[in-house]
């Protein structure tokens, strides 16, 4: 090597190491933020803090470990909740993480994760309700639901019966409470969770959970990698005993496995 190919290489490496520090000290690939999105008004899975407006709940502490996990740093970024796949599918955000649904007809437009919760739907009704005890009741009756949902769509194989949709769950339940429907169809952990937090004297869950449905992290279509990764992380969090922690932290016991 002549002295000039040195002097080359020294002036090159010592550029790269001051365009280094410029970056804070970090490597690209510690810089990396994995942009979440999510409907924030679903306790326990996702929602705000009172106080600090702080996005809070089994979710996103879920996704911030995941992320952790993978070298990623996490923004959360608030949206409704039918808003979630088209901002995949137009690469707003990179993953969907909001209490969603892995169906087949979602399928058909992002990635799922592997399952991360086993949820069902269940129906609310008001307290001195005694009408509706099973979905059989549910027959020509005035229901609310979350737009864009499982529930919604469950809702509407329900005979006769006039489905409303809101923008929000929380939205659904006012309406219950103000009596403007009979009840309300929306995933058993946060009918539950409302209930607790309202106080019983409100509503009440009726009957049995009337499905099974698994919860996982959405990716766009084209970002298979991403979904791996996500995956491994997943997989590395469940056996450290990290998603078991968590999942306490949300719903007081551990998983069911
Ligand atoms: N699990 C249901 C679904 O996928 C409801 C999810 C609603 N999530 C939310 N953050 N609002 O359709």
Do not use: H
């Amino acid at each position: 090597m002549s002295k000039k190919t040195i002097a080359i290489a020294l002036t090159v490496a010592l550029a790269f190491s001051l365009l280094l520090a410029g970056c804070g000290g970090k490597t690209p690939q510690q810089a990396k933020v994995l942009k979440i999105g999510t409907d924030a008004a679903f306790a326990p899975f996702e929602f705000q803090d009172e106080k600090s407006k702080e996005y809070i709940g089994f979710d996103i502490d879920l996704i911030k470990a995941i992320g952790k996990q993978m070298g990623y740093e996490v923004k959360v970024q608030g949206m409704g909740f039918d808003g979630l796949i088209p901002a995949l599918e137009a690469g707003q955000i990179d993953a969907a993480v909001s209490g969603m649904t892995i169906t087949e007809e979602r399928g058909k437009k992002v990635n799922f994760s592997k399952p991360y919760y086993t949820s069902g739907l269940s129906i609310v009704v008001k307290q001195d309700n005694a009408a509706i005890k099973e979905f059989k009741d549910l027959e020509g009756k005035r229901l609310a639901v979350q737009i864009g949902t499982t529930g919604a769509n469950f809702a509407k194989k329900v005979k006769d019966a006039k489905v409303r949709e809101f923008n929000t769950a929380p939205e659904a339940f006012l309406e219950l409470k103000a009596g403007g429907v009979d009840a309300v169809i929306n995933d058993l952990p946060v009918n539950e969770y409302y209930i607790a937090k309202t106080g019983s004297k409100d509503a009440k869950i009726v009957g049995k959970p009337l499905n099974s449905e698994n919860y996982g992290i959405a990716t766009a279509k084209k970002n298979t990698e991403l979904a791996q990764k996500i995956d491994k992380a997943l997989e590395d969090l469940k056996k450290s005993g990290e998603y078991d922690k968590i999942y306490e932290k949300w719903f007081g016991r551990k998983p069911v496995k």
